[in-house]
């Protein structure tokens, strides 16, 4: 899965060299890796470098979903060099943060969100943590 999200932001879940050499192809220059070590999934570091691309992780698991984390992140993606390529091991969590962030920068109201989400397919399962950590931020986003 690759989608672009804005000319400077895409997300997916790819981890392949060839998938990879294909958006260093495009010009995306930084990836951000929201894997955690213990899914298994987290891309190679030395093989991510060697195709030229700034590496960052920024592990996003069940225990630590907060908005502090939503704000490391949105920092990185802010001070990254761009394009930016965000991935996770099913881009579910790499969707959600970037466009949060957007939601963030842009004061997007929940409906806009929501568009947004549903243009990039996101697909949440019954009861999703991530799901309800969304809805709770964009509620405190419009609280006073």
């Given amino acids: 899965m690759f989608q672009k999200v804005t000319e400077s932001l895409a997300i ?4 392949t060299s060839e998938e990879l050499q294909e958006i260093a192809k495009q010009g ?3 990836i951000i890796d929201l894997c955690t ?3 298994t999934k987290q891309m190679q570091v030395e093989e991510v ?3 030229g691309f700034n590496y960052i992780s920024i592990p996003v698991s069940l225990q630590n979903l907060n908005s502090e984390l939503l704000k490391t992140f949105s920092k990185t993606v802010n001070t990254a060099s761009q394009p930016v390529y965000i ?3 099913s881009g579910l969590r790499a969707g ?4 949060l962030t957007l939601a963030d920068q842009q004061n997007w109201t929940e409906q806009e969100y929501l ?3 549903q243009k990039l397919g996101l697909q949440h399962k019954p009861n999703c943590p991530i799901k309800a950590f969304s809805e709770e931020y964009l509620a405190d986003l419009k609280s006073p």
């Fill in 96 to 99: 959600v943060f970037t466009l």
């Fill in 28 to 30: 995306y220059s930084t």
């Fill in 49 to 51: 470098k060697q195709l």
């Fill in 115 to 117: 568009e947004h989400h």
């Fill in 37 to 39: 070590p213990v899914e």
């Fill in 12 to 15: 997916g879940n790819l981890i």
């Fill in 87 to 89: 991935r996770c091991a």
